[in-house]
């Protein structure tokens, strides 16, 4: 789901372009890697709790750039609604978006 939502160009990846995406509003889920550093983990819930975003901790960092069809990824920020419940589906979270 992830990779074809990526395709679509409805993802942001990285630290910057997600807490961007999250801070212009564009943003309907945040998803951060486990093995992200502990202040990462921090700074987005802070912020994804404020901008009143969905956040997941999930995958490992390796993963969730595989899954997207990149390098790395700490964070990735989905922007469409209907891949942000799909994708929460999946991962069998009951979360609101």
């Given at each position: 789901m992830l990779g074809m939502a990526a395709r679509a160009?409805?993802?942001?990846?990285g630290e910057f372009s997600t807490?961007?995406?999250v801070k212009s509003g564009r943003g309907r889920l945040v998803i951060?890697?486990?093995?992200?550093?502990d202040n990462t983990k921090k700074m987005f819930k802070n912020m994804c709790d404020y901008y009143?975003?969905?956040?997941?901790?999930f995958?490992?960092?390796?993963e969730l750039g595989h899954w997207i069809g990149k390098a790395y990824r700490a964070s990735i920020c989905i922007l469409d609604e209907g891949?942000?419940?799909?994708?929460?589906k999946k991962i069998n979270?009951?979360?609101?978006?």
């Open positions: 160009g409805r993802i942001e990846s807490e961007k995406a951060v890697a486990e093995d992200a550093s009143k975003v969905p956040l997941v901790v995958g490992t960092k390796e891949f942000a419940k799909a994708v929460l979270l009951n979360m609101e978006v």
